[in-house]
């Protein structure tokens, strides 16, 4: 199935309306997964042409649905303060692995407002299986990662097998638990 270029856009300023950061807007929107849609969120130009504001994911507002993860402000303080860690960690390991929690919120919230859109607009394709959204996760490794390898000068391996030496991010979100009860 082949999306046209201005209902993804049409869809993604839908989306931001609703307070979903660029980012969020962009992958719910249905571009697809491709190189494209890695230089799609990452160009400020891109970003700009298509919701018309220049720090379009810089914001005060944090994102419905990623909790601000993906969000230019919390990006740069999760680089720095991994670097710093990585740095002090005394590892003379030249790779790493990396593992990324987030709060379940993030999945329910993404998968409410695939709900509220399909109802909203009964097309299948909000959500369906012909759209292979990135997840969160996958983005923020995206975005993230390759910034921290600059930092430290170490290189992120996803083989556990080759480092010993890993790691761990966990996001936390202090109304995790009233979202679930709100199932």
Known sequence: MSFEVSNIIQKAKFLRSLGCC????????????????????TNSD???????????NQTSEICIICLGILQNEIQNS????????????GFDSEVFTCTLNIPISVKLR???????????????????????????KEIWKMLILPKVEEMTSK?????????????????????????????
């Not at 969020?24 to 494209?36: A, E, K, M, Y």
Request: charged share 20%; hydrophobic share 30%; aromatic share 10%.
């Open 78 to 89: 999760s680089v720095e303060k991994i670097s710093r860690e990585i740095k002090l960690s």
């Open 110 to 136: 993404e998968k409410s407002i695939s709900t509220f859109l399909n109802q909203k607009t009964k097309e299948s394709h909000w959500n369906g299986p012909n759209i292979n959204k990135y997840s969160v």
């Open 22 to 41: 660029s980012v969020c807007s962009l992958r719910l929107s249905g571009i697809p997964n491709n190189d494209n849609f890695h230089s799609a969120i």
């Open 155 to 183: 290189r992120q391996t996803t083989s556990l097998a080759s480092s010993p030496f890993s790691v761990n991010i966990f996001f936390s979100y202090s109304n995790d638990e009233i979202d679930c009860e709100n199932l």
């Open 46 to 56: 891109t970003i700009k042409n298509i919701f018309g504001d220049s720090e379009s």
